[in-house]
């Protein structure tokens, strides 16, 4: 473990007001001005930001546009990096909602059931909603 000093603490602080009055560091941008405000124009570099709620309350949704669409309101730079994880989902649910919602079939669709079979048609719409993202 490192001590570290108030005086550091304090120089610290110092380069980040600086930093942040000169525009060289920026909050990554929500697509929701209300958070926006609610924060510093964003949520700052560094924290951890927990989605909760009860079960299908659109916890997926939110971080699915947070993530998204906030890549694009923060110019789509490729040195932003995030870590989104589901604790209830696992990696294979997370893309098939996402394949879902840019193509418009429904996860049983997707999946083949209740008499559908995605066609190749559909196969294409689901190559192209993973191109575009």
């Given at each position: 473990?490192?001590?570290?000093?108030?005086?550091?603490?304090?120089?610290?602080?110092?380069?980040?007001?600086?930093?942040?009055?000169?525009?060289l560091i920026t909050s990554f941008?929500?697509?929701?001005?209300?958070?926006?405000?609610?924060?510093?124009?964003?949520?700052?570099?560094?924290?951890?930001?927990i989605i909760a709620g009860r079960?299908?309350?659109g916890k997926s949704l939110f971080?699915?546009?947070?993530?998204?669409?906030?890549?694009?309101?923060?110019?789509?730079?490729?040195?932003?990096?995030?870590?989104?994880?589901?604790?209830?989902?696992?990696?294979?649910?997370?893309?098939?909602?996402?394949?879902?919602?840019?193509?418009?079939?429904?996860?049983?669709?997707?999946?083949?059931?209740?008499?559908?079979?995605?066609?190749?048609?559909?196969?294409?719409?689901?190559?192209?909603?993973?191109?575009?993202?």
């Amino acid at each position: 473990m490192k001590w570290i000093s108030k005086t550091h603490q304090r120089q610290e602080a110092l380069q980040y007001i600086d930093d942040r009055r000169k525009g060289l560091i920026t909050s990554f941008k929500t697509p929701w001005d209300r958070i926006n405000d609610a924060t510093c124009d964003g949520i700052e570099w560094g924290t951890v930001t927990i989605i909760a709620g009860r079960p299908s309350n659109g916890k997926s949704l939110f971080k699915d546009q947070l993530v998204n669409e906030g890549m694009l309101l923060n110019n789509g730079s490729t040195e932003i990096r995030n870590l989104s994880f589901s604790m209830d989902m696992s990696s294979l649910m997370v893309g098939l909602r996402e394949i879902s919602a840019g193509t418009g079939k429904t996860y049983t669709e997707l999946c083949s059931t209740r008499g559908y079979v995605v066609s190749d048609e559909d196969m294409m719409a689901c190559y192209a909603t993973v191109a575009s993202n």
